[in-house]
């Protein structure tokens, strides 16, 4: 899996779209649409569950950091499925996230095997630790891009895939695959 993380944080709104032809109404996902920096045209679309949009919401009151997951695909002429994602350090998580994916309580007692020394313990005692403080990726948003524009690069690739975007240059995946069938941009 490679991780692309974007160095200037970014001012991003969500709004809530029209869901008519999307989803079933008994459906318990909200179909959501991210403005970049003010952007008129959305960033990313996604359908999120109640309490995902929850978080989010708390998340994006300031500028967050963002990048993208993927898995480099075998053919670079194979398409990229990646995840956008938030940027989260780890002593910031809103209450109720933990970093191994399970909610926490409060009066919830450590099972043995979550007891063990730090993630730093490899470093040996006396070791300075990092700088950077911990992160964890909250990913949310699916983006998809067709066709390549740096076969060779797989880096690059993600950061010109995340900067599309981001300037609203991006179609919904559908659209973009009826564009490509039909021999448009």
């Not at 194979?78 to 191994?100: K, N, W």
């Not at 690739?157 to 179609?171: M, R, V």
């Amino acid at each position: 899996m490679h991780v692309y993380l974007r160095d200037e944080p970014v001012e991003l709104e969500l709004r809530e779209v029209d869901h008519e032809g999307l989803l079933p109404e008994e459906a318990e996902l909200i179909p959501v649409a991210f403005y970049a920096d003010g952007n008129d045209r959305p960033s990313f679309r996604a359908l999120l569950p109640p309490e995902t949009l929850a978080i989010l919401e708390e998340a994006l009151q300031t500028p967050v950091q963002l990048g993208l997951l993927a898995e480099e695909p075998e053919e670079a002429t194979a398409e990229i499925h990646a995840m956008v994602g938030l940027s989260i350090p780890v002593d910031q998580l809103p209450e109720g996230i933990s970093t191994d994916g399970e909610e926490e309580g409060p009066d919830e007692e450590l099972e043995p095997w979550q007891s063990a020394p730090s993630a730093d313990a490899w470093r040996g005692e006396g070791a300075e630790p990092d700088e950077a403080p911990r992160t964890v990726m909250l990913a949310f948003a699916p983006l998809v891009r067709l066709t390549r524009r740096f076969p060779d690069d797989f880096g690059e690739e993600l950061a010109d895939l995340l900067e599309s975007a981001l300037s609203g240059a991006t179609k919904p995946s559908l659209e973009a695959r009826v564009d490509r069938m039909l021999g448009g941009p």
